[in-house]
């Protein structure tokens, strides 16, 4: 008897790898850093702190953090050839296509091996968290007709973006606003666009190509998109009573409602609770907040009331709208903020793939036509006008 084929689409549930650094625990809602839960990380522990946890294995003593953050703040500066690249583009280009095409481009200035890699080590990982923010804050001003500021050494990575952003140093509620939201998004496990690294990665390309391939991955709102969308909608929304009727309508339309839903979570996202309470204070409890919140528990009801079955809740982007709004950060940048936190994550699972590699190459179930003769050119039918072939 022939043997049953799986074939899982979106490879749910499948286990496909091992990992030391992150864990989502889906249905008790708890995500945790080499052991440590987010709850814990997000209140007490800075992103310097966080992606010494991740490199290195521990939490940093006061010296170990010390140096990190100065080697962080060394690397921030981007080198020449990246900055006349971002000079070059338009200023109307999309921020994810700009950030994706510059990342590559800090590989042109790295030495590479004969084989055409690239050194792939903690050192070049460091080299990519320090300069990521800065590539979205150099475009940020030259998009907006400013002239880049150039990175401040003392300033937290958080801090120094808010400082290239504005240029000017951003006050410390603002600072430790950004400052948890990349704590809480630095890594998340076999994310699709971690995943679609650690594929990279695993062919021995170079941390830069893995990386590149994640900010690639990372950019369609099924993952990291979605929190545009969501400011989309609030704007849309525009006024928190009409909330349930929206959702009422959406639902009617079989639309999905952005920063909704989790592949992973069962239950309210753990991240969301720490962004609702960011967005809260920085909206000062209206605003964009207000219309989220609305929103949010909207959605519970009616949900409950046409889906009952469905465990459909707030994901991490959905918080992330009105937080990052309240900070001044454009809606179209806000994908590009979530690459500025989990360059870190990408990084160290790229690494942890090169320590025990094997190339992910996976099957797929043909279902095409059964093996037939080849047609010289002159025996073949014309083809309809507008097929196409794929
Ligand atoms: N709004 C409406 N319906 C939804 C939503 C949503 N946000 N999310 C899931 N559903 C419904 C689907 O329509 C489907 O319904 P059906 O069974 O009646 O056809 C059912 O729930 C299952 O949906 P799937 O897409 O199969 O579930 P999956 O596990 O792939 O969903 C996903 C995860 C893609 C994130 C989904 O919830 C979604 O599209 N959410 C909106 C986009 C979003 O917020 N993306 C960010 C994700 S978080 C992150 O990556 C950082």
């Known amino acids: 008897m022939a043997e049953e084929i799986v074939v899982d689409r979106g490879l749910e549930g499948v286990n496909v790898g091992e990992t030391v650094l992150s864990n989502v625990e889906g249905e008790a809602g708890r995500l945790t850093f080499r052991g440590y839960d987010i709850d814990d990380l997000a209140p007490k522990a800075t992103y310097e702190e966080v992606v010494y946890l991740l490199f290195y294995g521990k939490l940093p003593n006061q010296t170990e953090l010390s140096a990190l953050e100065a080697t962080l703040a060394g690397k921030r500066a981007l080198p020449e050839s990246t900055i006349a690249v971002l000079r070059a583009i338009p200023h109307d280009a999309w921020p994810m296509d700009v950030l994706r095409t510059a990342i590559s481009s800090l590989a042109h200035v790295i030495p590479h091996k004969a084989s055409g890699q690239h050194p792939s080590d903690v050192d070049a990982a460091l080299g990519l968290v320090a300069k990521t923010s800065t590539i979205v804050a150099t475009w940020d001003r030259l998009r907006r007709g400013l002239e880049p500021v150039a990175p401040h050494a003392k300033l937290s990575t958080a801090a120094n973006f808010l400082y290239m952003m504005t240029g000017s140093e951003p006050s410390a509620e603002f600072a430790k606003a950004l400052d948890l939201y990349y704590v809480l ?20 390309a170079d941390l830069y190509c893995a ?52 592949r992973e979570y069962k239950v309210r996202d753990p991240r969301a609770k720490h962004l609702e309470e960011t967005a809260k204070q920085l909206n000062k409890g209206g605003g964009s907040y207000a219309l989220a919140r609305a929103l949010e528990d909207a959605w519970n009801k009616v949900l409950k009331e046409e889906k009952p079955t ?52 996976p099957k797929a179930t043909y279902t095409g036509p059964a093996v037939h003769p080849f047609e010289p050119i002159s025996e073949r039918g014309r083809e309809p006008a507008g097929s196409a072939r794929t």
């Not at 890594?187 to 995943?195: L, R």
């Not at 806000?334 to 500025?340: L, V």
């Open 185 to 204: 998004l630095a890594d998340h496990s076999y994310n699709a666009s971690t995943f679609s690294a650690r594929v990279t990665a695993s062919t021995n």
């Open 310 to 361: 469905a465990r459909i809740y707030a994901n991490v982007d959905f918080y992330t709208a009105p937080a990052l709004g309240a900070l001044g950060i454009a809606n179209d940048e806000y994908t590009c903020m979530f690459a500025c936190s989990r360059i870190a994550g990408w990084s160290a699972h790229v690494l942890e793939q090169y320590t025990n590699n094997r190339l992910i190459r």
């Open 211 to 262: 990386i590149t391939a994640a900010v690639a991955t990372l950019t369609g709102e099924l993952h990291g998109g979605a929190p545009s969308q969501v400011q989309d909608t609030l704007d849309q929304l525009g006024a928190p009573e009409k909330a349930e009727q929206f959702v009422r309508d959406l639902l009617k339309a079989k639309g999905r409602l952005m920063g909704m839903g989790h």
